[in-house]
């Protein structure tokens, strides 16, 4: 497995939540690696990026909410979810490939993040 997501779960508007992606060495060192999500009934879209050498990319939408990291030693990717809001809720999936990871070459399995007011 290249990618495995973890740290969804229930939380309410205004709270923080973090995830995880723990990803191979080698996915971990040369490509970009991500997270996408899918709300119900509308299409997977991109959420924040970072890349091998630490360049850091977001969505529009989650701007100055979210933060996207890497820990070297862990293999691990994060993304910190801070002021959540209804329209969060999503299930998200990490994702790894070339920048700017407009086409994933792995997938993850997703985490369901569900917001509740």
């Known amino acids: 497995v290249q990618l495995q997501a973890s740290g969804g779960g229930l939380v309410q508007t205004g709270d923080s939540l973090r995830l995880s992606c723990a990803a191979s060495?080698?996915?971990?060192?040369?490509?970009?690696i991500g997270w996408f999500r899918q709300a119900p009934g509308q299409e997977r879209e991109f959420v924040a990026a970072?890349?091998?050498?630490?360049?850091?990319w977001y969505a529009d939408s989650v701007k100055g909410r979210f933060t996207i990291s890497r820990d070297n030693a862990k293999n691990t990717v994060y993304l910190q979810m801070n002021s959540l809001n209804l329209e969060d809720t999503a299930v998200y999936y990490c994702?790894?490939?070339?920048?700017?990871?407009?086409?994933?070459?792995?997938w993850g399995q997703g985490t369901l993040v569900t917001v509740s007011s």
């Open positions: 970072i890349n091998w050498n630490g360049d850091t």
């Open positions: 994702a790894s490939g070339p920048k700017p990871l407009r086409f994933p070459r792995a």
């Open positions: 060495e080698r996915t971990f060192t040369s490509y970009a």
